[in-house]
């Protein structure tokens, strides 16, 4: 067979043999020889290969199957410009330190500055966005080459998912004529491919890089005393006053640690919805609403913060980490970047910590005082949304939080969406919750619908997982994840409402899209520029576009537009019951009544922290 088809087949084949089920291919005539491969192993079911005719919205997929499926994802393009547009994801990828395979079909060097159709400089092209870039050389009919292949995606796999550093890598894999198949079977040596069916053993084998393995939790008694000095009291170590912020998290084990870190020293918790620590008894509903209050913040200032995860969506809770004087990080993609935006963390673990060994400080008026401040809070926020006419931001995202059920899996866009769900999204019970995910590695709007898509689809894929019962008996179960949702605003719905544009012959997810619709960039009437000169112009954005016509234009048949909170619940449950990618509009009002109404609220809920009898003040330490 040609040089090019035999790299191909090789290349694909190594995929499968590293663990990569899940590819993302863009078409074009220079990736011809990898397409037809992937095209054949999805035939023999070797993986599941996904087909999008926009590179930019191929690789947002690739960023949800990975996210999602905490697997390596591969995502192909042909040259050019094509290979520019998986920028935006890779970016994201590269903060969230998820494990997107960037291959990118080349021209080889003789044509390179020649001025040859679809040619520009792709060796490492991405620079520092990706953990390792390779030049795959340019195949030859000679012995040595299939080993140099195997060993080039085996590495690639490795370092893409390598423990607490996990994130994109590049191939970039050039081609030359002929791109396609020619009908001879034979190479100058085996290929080592596996036949369908067969065992690992029959692959050729290759060696691949080491593993680092992750640090085991410590108590946080132990931890601090690494501070303090060996002449330290373990029980004078952890203060009573402490609070444990879970920002953005890529392990729900995280989250579940978070949630019985906090319930065992009696601190509340405050989580970003992608944190997904939102259901323990400690947790607070409205933690940054309580923190933009001045004197509630001042008056609960903690002695310790827990960080857990990468924080940063609200103004208030960062303020609250950085004022802290004793911060603990816990995340464990230090190598890739310590999550610490406020610079003051005290120290860094790769693991959240235990509970303390020894804990003589739980002091009940603590926690007691945060608890009722959020239910006062609760209060004021609930009678002020039943009170507003018509339909608001915060009520899509609250009302959205509450009909989902634990097996739904939940997109929330930068920007505002997040933020409601952030501020206004209630206390789940126990395990309760939907899973929620978000691009918050770089937090751009770019790329949801394809991000959503893409996560969906993971979520929805049986996987095998082992199931202990009560009386400790372990099962091998298939577990099949529900309905997927995102919800997302106008402009990252417009951003990105190419990623509906899909063949027929693609697999097609459960997936409802809910789009909140202000007309513009609603999260700017809370931000400085507010009032400044040309705001509507170069910040509010309005386009006047007819969200549903867009949807439709974009071939998703089943749209609806809202306007109220009951007809809100009662689009969800049609289009859950309905399956397949359904499109809600939730009209709210307009960018100016929606910032005006957050201003309502937070006022509100600072009245209700006033004269509470509980709310005098922090207590003395026990």
Not at 108 to 136: C, I, M, N, S, Y
Request: charged share 25%; net charge negative; glycine share 8%.
């Amino acid at each position: 067979m040609n040089p090019s088809t035999a790299m191909a087949r090789v290349i694909v084949d190594e995929l499968v043999a590293n663990g990569v089920t899940e590819v993302v291919l863009a078409p074009g005539s220079r990736s011809a020889a990898l397409a037809i491969a992937l095209a054949e192993a999805d035939a023999r079911e070797d993986l599941r290969l996904h087909v999008r005719v926009d590179e930019r919205s191929a690789g947002f997929v690739a960023l949800g199957l990975a996210k999602v499926a905490k697997e390596p994802v591969a995502v192909v393009t042909t040259s050019g410009t094509a290979v520019a547009n998986l920028m935006p994801a890779l970016v994201e990828a590269q903060f969230a330190g998820v494990p997107v395979m960037a291959i990118t079909a080349d021209r080889p060097a003789e044509l390179r500055d020649t001025g040859a159709h679809q040619t520009v400089d792709q060796v490492k092209v991405f620079g520092a966005t990706v953990r390792w870039a390779h030049e795959v050389a340019v195949a030859e009919a000679r012995p040595g080459q299939v080993r140099y292949w195997r060993s080039v995606v085996a590495r690639a796999v490795s370092v893409a998912t390598e423990p607490g550093a996990s994130g994109p890598v590049h191939l970039n894999v050039a081609f030359r004529d002929p791109l396609v198949p020619d009908g001879e079977p034979s190479w100058v040596e085996p290929l080592g491919l596996a036949e369908p069916g067969a065992v690992d053993e029959d692959r050729m084998p290759v060696a691949v890089d080491a593993r680092l393995a992750m640090a085991a939790a410590q108590p946080l008694d132990e931890i601090l005393a690494l501070i303090a000095g060996p002449d330290a009291s373990p029980a004078e170590l952890v203060p009573s006053r402490g609070v444990v912020v879970v920002g953005d998290v890529p392990d729900v084990e995280a989250s579940d640690a978070a949630i019985a870190l906090a319930e065992a020293c009696g601190w509340p918790l405050v989580s970003e919805p992608s944190g997904n620590a939102r259901g323990g008894d400690t947790t607070l509903a409205h933690g940054p609403l309580l923190l933009a209050d001045a004197v509630f913040a001042e008056e609960h200032a903690p002695e310790i913060v827990v960080c857990v995860g990468r924080p940063g969506l609200s103004r208030s809770v960062l303020r609250l980490v950085r004022e802290a004087p004793l911060v603990v990080v816990a995340d464990d993609r230090q190598a890739l970047q310590r999550p610490d935006p406020t610079r003051n963390a005290t120290v860094f673990v790769g693991v959240v910590p235990e509970p303390p060994g020894e804990y003589e400080l739980y002091d009940d008026s603590w926690l007691d005082e945060w608890l009722a401040a959020d239910a006062r809070a609760d209060a004021a926020i609930s009678k002020r949304l039943d009170d507003a006419a018509g339909l608001t931001g915060p009520d899509v995202a609250r009302t959205l939080w509450d009909v989902l059920d634990s097996s739904a899996l939940l997109l929330a866009a930068s920007s505002w969406p997040v933020r409601h769900l952030e501020s206004f999204a209630r206390v789940r019970e126990g395990d309760d919750a939907p899973f929620v995910i978000g691009n918050r590695g770089a937090s751009g709007i770019d790329g949801l619908v394809s991000t959503a898509w893409g996560a969906a689809l993971a979520h929805q894929t049986p996987r095998s997982t082992v199931h202990v019962d009560d009386e400790g008996m372990a099962e091998v179960v298939t577990v099949t994840g529900g309905t997927a949702y995102a919800l997302l605003g106008d402009l990252a719905f417009l951003h990105d409402h190419n990623g509906l544009i899909v063949g027929d012959d693609e697999p097609r997810p459960d997936l409802v899209i809910v789009v909140v619709d202000n007309d513009g960039g609603g999260i700017f009437g809370q931000l400085e520029q507010q009032g400044t000169e040309h705001f509507e112009r170069v910040f509010g954005t309005p386009l006047g576009l007819d969200l549903e016509a867009v949807a439709k234009a974009a071939a998703v048949d089943h749209v609806r537009t809202v306007t109220d909170v009951a007809a809100l619940v009662d689009a969800i449950d049609d289009a859950t019951a309905s399956g397949g990618v359904r499109v809600v509009i939730a009209k709210v009002g307009d960018r100016e009544s929606e910032a005006a109404l957050l201003k309502e609220i937070q006022a509100e809920v600072s009245a209700a922290l006033v004269d509470l009898d509980d709310l005098d003040g922090p207590a003395e330490p026990a």
